[in-house]
């Protein structure tokens, strides 16, 4: 089991950065992904970046060259770094995790793009 914490979302003007951070403790194995997945009110869920345990990105094509997802493997942590941000980014970010054997997701956290 792996339990996933993620933090860093807010409300933002247009055109701004924000940074989500995600913490995961639990039976983290060597060979895994990490990811963030948004959804906007009245929408599905949809996979914003991924990230491979030996750093192979994906990127929605949305979000290509404004977004850049990283990990921490010493840390357990990824991170998205989000820059011009659009109103239409606007989402609860969920973090997720999976491996061979197993899936998480955390929480979710709230990115508010607004004037």
């Known amino acids: 089991q792996v339990t996933l914490v993620e933090s860093g979302g807010d409300l933002v003007q247009p055109g701004g950065s924000l940074r989500l951070s995600c913490v995961a403790s639990g039976s983290i194995r060597s060979i895994s992904v990490m990811a963030w997945h948004r959804q906007a009110p009245g929408k599905e869920r949809e996979l914003v970046a991924l990230?491979?345990?030996?750093?192979?990105?994906n990127y929605a094509d949305s979000v290509k060259g404004r977004f850049t997802i990283s990990r921490d493997n010493a840390k357990n942590t990824v991170y998205l770094q989000m820059n011009s941000l659009k109103p239409e980014d606007t989402a609860v970010y969920y973090c997720r995790y999976f491996d061979y054997a197993n899936g998480s997701w955390g929480k979710g956290t709230l990115v508010t793009v607004s004037t």
């Open positions: 990230i491979t345990s030996d750093g192979s990105r």
